[in-house]
């Protein structure tokens, strides 16, 4: 009998079909220890000697292990082939060692890049030993990244609070996005024109710019304002113009080489949206394998690679569906062999690939994330082994007779797309300037402007990154490695040093905050090259020519040095380093002379950086004479925050002061006891969208006076309340809550509206969702079926509702002003055309009982019936003989 330990449950079922009877396959579920999140897990006094620690789950997961050991042969540990899946066959090992379950039993490892039986097989075939280089790479990796992030993160919560954390990769990657950021903040916008012309020369017309004015060869900034551009426009309509010259070179475009880690990435958050973590969640399982025909399949070969070779049998796949698909003028004359470019790319293994590129895309059903990104792996794999494309690059100028103004067009020419015709690789920038089609032109012809066009432009900044150019740039630097990639990128999400808009990662105060800290004390740590130097060691280390603990001691004598330093410093340090390092993003330049870090309240204090409990805050030198505070930024366009403590004047019915105020979750408003009452302050936070500096009296009573009576629900004379929550404004009834879309609907909302929300709410079942329609008009039930009718507005307009059945308000009608009986016309129509369902006859109602008929009138206004004399209780009758049970059988 054999046991074997594969990483998921998923592999082990498709495995132990593989391998038959005489074998037992199992998962550790990934890791089965891990390093305790606590001081003192690794210690560097003791030569780094590592506390493992197996958790509840995972103490499962040996258990089953060493059971099914008992009476074994051989162990073969066969986890993922890279230093993740080295590192967890050792542990497993390690673990079962420590319970003495292996007994001198035969021990194995074995790798395979896809999970196929052909390649388990083979596998299996092959053994070896595990590869304790691999196993210290892993060690040295885990043991710095812990001593990092234990080390550094106290550091940050003593002299910076609110900080969450610090890693050795995920601080770099924030310092990629900050300064990124700060590029964008200084960057001067320039102005600049362009003139183009349509251009005719005995074809169709083609488009030129212009090249060449008043003799001179333009530069970008030339043509700097309007007036230029004009007068170059008006030179271009004036002239006389022949081609003086056609230049056609003949190009090749080669096809990019099959995915990489760091590549599938990029290409599926450009030409998909998917995130690094999205992505590689996808490819694991079409790695791990899908069910097809019965049977589980691995559809892809391992998704965590460097690499960018394929194997013969790979290669000769490609070729052969390459022939059979495309043709054989599609199939170069030798096969396509790719070599790795990037810095510090690590273990040889193949290029991630389809295990069969006879699995078309479209002839297999999978789900929708699992079949796009299996798409664009099989069609990057067909591509990389295809004919290049044969292209001609055309470049015509245009010169005037005088030889003053002159024109230049240029494109190009596909003779033959070879690879294009299955994959383009995707680009980050707006594309090849040089693609336009050009028609056959003749040199000497004459050439006629038909339209000229003055066009202006502003230069732009950098564009903030987003996750493919962020990977690709930390892959160009070195900077981690590509199975780390999503981790570091989520991490960074969690932490809420960045936010992401329009899928670009923008970095908020805490992570600006975070990096200037690092950049001024601990600036070595957060350097590129420094970094990239570490990755370069931890190859060594793998390699076997680095020992493993030597590179810790080297790195922990002058890390803990560099930390012990910056413990010594006060705070008050800390923070006068950071106000000059973050002083032109918190205090800009107002452009009006004045000095941006005087105080607005009191006019003589300087405001800087501060903390506090939660966190950094901009406050006043004259604290606590003068209390203005503000967060350490506002949101573009939202103008300055005000004080915490502004005086918005007297509540002319109590006679006190009411307050903005600034608190740990925002501003609020506060209006302070009696004197002596012991009652608490009333206060009430802002809603979503109210500006603090847009605050005035007024508002702040309004928001005082929640939460506000709607008015006696209907149907049970229970009160209905509307006010604000943790989630936003609602109304209330009976412990149902109804969320309003805008705060001010909290204010005015009226009856009929806040019973036809809570209605709907109570019909849903739970919280309305965003976006749902507002009622405009309650018209009563309808004769049929006695359900409500209502006008309601909807994202195309105002409609009627009924039911299930909606119906248009016809164009140009009020739908204030629609009736009843004009709604249930509309409604039947609807019906008649195949919408919505044809309403129930309403059953008929049962007579009411004398109560419930009495306060029925009592809730329409009529006065209530006299309760009748009370009369005397009945005397009680014999309780009724209980039914026999039924006889035992005899």
């Not at 002299?159 to 924030?174: D, E, M, T, Y």
């Not at 059979?324 to 396509?336: F, L």
């Not at 993003?585 to 004045?594: E, L, N, R």
Request: aromatic share 6%.
């Amino acid at each position: 009998m054999n046991v074997v330990v594969v990483e998921s449950p998923a592999k082990a079922k498709t495995i132990n079909k593989y391998l038959g009877s005489d074998y037992t396959v199992l998962a550790s579920y990934g890791h089965i220890r891990d390093l305790p999140s606590k001081d003192g897990s690794v210690e560097p006094d003791n030569d780094f000697a590592m506390t493992w620690e197996v958790d509840a789950k995972s103490s499962k997961r040996i258990s089953d292990i060493v059971d099914a050991m008992k009476g074994a042969d051989r162990l073969i540990l066969a986890t993922d082939p890279d230093r993740e899946g080295e590192a967890i066959s050792w542990h497993v090992l390690e673990v079962l060692n420590k319970k003495k379950a292996v007994k001198g039993m035969t021990v194995q490892r074995v790798t395979f890049n896809a999970i196929t039986k052909a390649s388990v097989l083979e596998a299996m075939a092959n053994p070896r030993d595990i590869d304790m280089e691999l196993v210290e790479a892993y060690l040295a990796r885990r043991a710095l990244d812990y001593l990092v992030g234990f080390t550094l993160s106290p550091v940050l919560w003593r002299k910076l609070p609110g900080s969450r954390s610090a890693g050795r990769v995920q601080s770099v990657c924030l310092r990629l996005i900050v300064e990124r950021e700060m590029e964008i903040e200084r960057f001067k916008t320039q102005e600049y024109w362009s003139v183009e012309a349509d251009v005719s020369a005995g074809a169709d017309p083609f488009t030129a710019r212009l090249v060449k004015h008043e003799g001179k060869k333009l530069t970008k900034f030339d043509l700097g304002n309007e007036g230029s551009a004009l007068a170059a426009r008006a030179a271009v309509e004036k002239a006389v113009f022949k081609i003086s010259g056609v230049e056609k070179k003949p190009g090749k475009r080669s096809p990019a080489p099959p995915f990489t880690t760091s590549t599938l990435q990029q290409e599926a958050s450009r030409k998909l949206g998917f995130s690094a973590q999205r992505t590689m969640q996808a490819a694991q399982k079409l790695y791990e394998g899908i069910d097809i025909g019965g049977e589980t399949v691995g559809l892809i070969t391992y998704m965590r690679t460097d690499g960018v070779s394929v194997g013969p049998e790979g290669i000769a796949e490609a070729r052969d569906v390459i022939g059979n698909v495309y043709g054989k003028d599609y199939v170069p004359e030798t096969p396509r062999y790719y070599k790795v470019k990037a810095k510090n790319a690590q273990e040889a293994h193949e290029a991630i690939r389809p295990t069969s590129l006879h699995r078309n895309p479209g002839s297999l059903r999978l789900e929708p994330d699992l079949g796009r990104l299996y798409e664009l792996i099989w069609k990057r794999m067909i591509a990389s082994q295809m004919e290049s494309a044969r292209i001609e690059r055309t470049t015509v100028d245009i010169e005037s007779h005088d030889g003053q103004t002159g024109l230049r067009a240029t494109g190009q020419v596909v003779l033959f797309p070879g690879y294009l015709t299955v994959y383009e690789e995707g680009r980050d920038d707006d594309g090849d300037e040089d693609s336009a089609r050009l028609p056959l032109i003749e040199d000497g012809a004459a050439a006629k402007v038909i339209e000229a066009r003055a066009d202006q432009h502003f230069t732009e900044p950098p564009p903030r990154y987003s996750e493919a150019s962020l990977v690709k740039k930390m892959e160009e630097l070195g900077i981690g490695r590509p199975s780390t990639y999503a981790s570091v990128l989520t991490v960074l999400r969690d932490r809420e040093y960045v936010k992401m808009e329009k899928n670009r990662f923008i970095p908020e105060d805490k992570g600006r905050l975070v990096t200037a800290f690092l950049e001024q004390f601990f600036r070595r740590y957060v350097e590129y090259d420094f970094t990239a130097s570490l990755e370069e060691q931890l190859d060594l280390v793998s390699d076997g020519k680095l020992d493993w603990k030597q590179f810790l001691r080297d790195f922990w004598k002058e890390f803990h040095a560099a930390v012990g330093e910056i413990a010594e410093l006060r705070v008050t340090n800390v923070l006068d380093a950071l106000n000059e390092a973050l002083g032109p993003h918190i205090f800009p330049d107002k452009g009006d002379g004045s000095n941006p870090r005087l105080c607005p309240t009191c006019g003589s204090g300087q405001l800087s950086l501060k903390v506090g409990k939660f966190g950094a805050f901009i406050g006043c030198s004259n604290y606590p004479e003068c209390r203005f505070t503000r967060q350490l930024a506002t949101a573009e366009g939202e103008g300055e925050a005000e004080s915490a403590d502004r005086d918005l004047g007297i509540n002319p019915e109590t006679g006190r002061s009411v307050w903005l105020k600034n608190g740990r979750f925002g501003p609020y408003v506060e209006e302070p006891p009696a004197a002596e009452s012991g009652d608490k302050p009333k206060r009430s936070s802002l809603p979503k969208g109210w500006l603090p500096a847009a605050v005035d009296l007024e508002k702040a009573l309004r928001l005082l006076s929640l939460p506000r009576e709607v008015g006696q629900h209907p149907d049970d004379g229970k009160t209905i309340t509307a006010g604000l929550g943790r989630f936003g404004p609602f109304v209330l009834h009976d412990g149902t809550y109804a969320n309003l879309e805008n705060p001010e609907d909290v204010f005015d909302i009226g009856l009929n509206r806040a019973v036809a929300l809570l209605a709907d709410k109570r019909a849903g079942g739970g919280r309305p969702q965003r976006g749902q329609a507002a009622a405009l008009a309650e018209l009563g039930n309808h004769p049929e079926d006695g359900k409500p009718v209502r006008v309601l507005s909807g994202r195309f307009g105002p409609y009627i509702k009924h039911g299930d059945t909606n119906a248009n308000v016809p164009k140009g009608a009020d739908p204030a002003a629609l009736t009843l009986d004009e709604a249930v016309v509309l409604l039947a129509e609807r019906v008649a055309k195949g919408g919505g369902k044809k309403p129930a006859k309403k059953a008929a109602a049962k007579k009411a009982p004398a109560k419930a008929t009495a306060k029925a009138k009592a809730a329409d206004g009529a006065a209530p019936a006299k309760k009748p004399a009370a009369k005397k209780p009945a005397a009680k009758k014999a309780a009724a003989p209980k039914k026999a049970a039924a006889k035992p059988k005899a």
